[in-house]
Nanobody, 120 residues
Framework: QVQLVESGGGLVQPGGSLRLSCAAS????????MGWYRQAPGKQREWVAS???????QYAVSVKGRFTISRDNAKNTVYLQMTSLKPEDTAVYSC??????????????WGQGTQVTVSS
C-alpha cells in the first residue's frame, strides 16, 4: 500500500509564490513518473506538469514559464514551485505517481489534494 500526501497549499496574493510538496510513503521500491493535476470548482481536472524518472519535464501551456516541477528520489517526493500566481490558478492540486512496491507490483497512485487559493 502506498500513500501520497500533498502539502504546501494555502492562500496567496496574485503575483505571489507557493511551493507544493508530495511525498510517497509505504512499502516502496521505486517511483517512476510523477505529476501534478488541478481541479477548480465546476471544472474538470486538468494536467499541470509531469516529470519522468530521468528528470525530463513537461508543462501545460497555462503554467509554462511560471511553474517548475522537480523531484527528490531519495525522499520519494515531487515538488511544484509556483510563481507569478494568478486567480485562475486557484484549485485543488493533486499529485500522481507510478509506484513500484517492494513486491515488484506497480500502481498509479493519487494524493488527496491540497487547496491553493490566489486572491487579494
Amino acid at each position: 500500500q502506498v500513500q501520497l500526501v500533498e502539502s504546501g497549499g494555502g492562500l496567496v496574493q496574485p503575483g505571489g509564490s507557493l511551493r507544493l510538496s508530495c511525498a510517497a510513503s509505504g512499502s516502496i521500491f521505486s517511483v517512476g513518473a510523477m505529476g501534478w493535476y488541478r481541479q477548480a470548482p465546476g471544472k474538470q481536472r486538468e494536467w499541470v506538469a509531469s516529470i519522468t524518472g530521468a528528470g525530463s519535464t513537461q508543462y501545460a501551456v497555462s503554467v509554462k514559464g511560471r511553474f517548475t516541477i522537480s523531484r527528490d528520489n531519495a525522499k520519494n517526493t515531487v515538488y511544484l514551485q509556483m510563481t507569478s500566481l494568478k486567480p485562475e490558478d486557484t484549485a485543488v492540486y493533486s499529485c500522481n505517481a507510478d509506484v513500484t512496491f517492494v513486491s515488484r507490483t506497480t500502481t498509479n497512485a493519487w494524493g488527496q489534494g491540497t487547496q491553493v487559493t490566489v486572491s487579494s
